[in-house]
Nanobody, 118 residues
Framework: QVQLVESGGGLVQAGGSLRLSCAAS????????MGWFRQAPGKQRELVAG???????NYADSVKGRFTISRDNAKNTMYLQMNSLKPEDAAVYYC????????????WGQGTQVTVSS
């Protein structure tokens, strides 16, 4: 079992930056694929960025060049650095973990709100 707790959300002006953190419990964190998802009101949840156990990353086209995902296995923590934020980035951001050989994300955090004012 993995428990995930997000932090770092808040209100920021367009063009500003925020850094989200996701703290994970458990000693198997380093073996999990980790991801950041977001869901805006009336929209489907979407994958923003993912990072594998060996540090390979992928991003949604809408955030490429602006967001950076990273992980610190020694601290059981994943991060999402968000720069040049736009109003359309506003959403509840969730971190998620996928166990080895799993076909879908198995564990989810409670979410953290990101609001971007124009």
């Amino acid at each position: 079992q993995v428990q995930l707790v997000e932090s770092g959300g808040g209100l920021v002006q367009a063009g500003g930056s925020l850094r989200l953190s996701c703290a994970a419990s458990g000693r198997t964190f380093r073996s999990y694929v980790m991801g950041w998802f977001r869901q805006a009101p009336g929209k489907q949840r979407e994958l923003v960025a993912g990072v594998t156990s060996v540090g390979s990353t992928n991003y949604a086209d809408s955030v490429k060049g602006r967001f950076t995902i990273s992980r610190d296995n020694a601290k059981n923590t994943m991060y999402l650095q968000m720069n040049s934020l736009k109003p359309e980035d506003a959403a509840v951001y969730y971190c998620a973990a996928k166990a080895p050989f799993s076909v879908s994300y198995d564990y989810w955090g409670q979410g953290t709100q990101v609001t971007v004012s124009s």
